[in-house]
């Protein structure tokens, strides 16, 4: 199983702040790396696809990077509502797999 | 609207069995790959189970296999999850996701309750 690696668990910033969360797999997923946005009580969102394509709907200020096994989901500068909690997963290899999450929380 | 709705979620006792359901709308849903995801409280997201469009390619977790079976109805634009001899650990809100580049869309969501 590929086993991915979130860092930090929690991230302490203001609005206006630059985010970079960080997400480690223990093998190559090669193009297939997602991140997901999930806010309390909702579903989680698609936020980036095949590492660095937006979904659709999702604001410039997030962007996906990386390769190989180090990935880097960035929001360049946070808005009250980036508040959340934020997923990488990999559809590589069986069984998909996801991190166990990062969490930006207001400073 | 594109949009997915679970139901059947409800409480169960342990080592019993429940069915629950994904209703597609406002897309081709036999067109889609579909999945199983599913969330502990408090805790993160667990990939369960895929299935193919046309239902010939199936995977499951480990955690899950031999005790839940992924299928799907495109006649009736619709997927399940027959899930059979439940533990606590099966406690969960259960999300059914359209797979196609990344899971672009979730459902709200389906809670699932093990407990005597």
Known sequence: ?107 | QVQLVESGGGLVKPGGSLRLSCAASGFTFSDYFMSWIRQAPGKGLEWLSYISATSDTIYYADSVKGRFIISRDNAKNSLYLQMSRLTAEDTAVYYCTRTYYGMDIWGQGTTVTVSS
């Open chain 1, 1 to 107: 199983e590929n086993v991915l690696t979130q860092s930090p668990a929690t991230l302490c910033l203001s609005p206006g702040e630059r985010a970079t969360l960080s997400c480690r797999a223990s093998q190559s997923v090669g193009r297939y790396l997602a991140w997901y946005q999930q806010k309390p009580g909702q579903a989680p969102r698609l936020l980036v696809y095949e590492i660095s394509n937006r979904a659709t709907g999702i604001p410039g200020r997030f962007s996906g990077s990386g390769s190989g096994t180090d990935f880097t989901l960035t929001i360049t500068s946070l808005e009250p509502e980036d508040f959340a909690v934020y997923y990488c997963h990999q559809s590589s290899s069986w069984p998909r797999t996801f991190g166990q999450g990062t969490k930006v929380e207001i400073k």
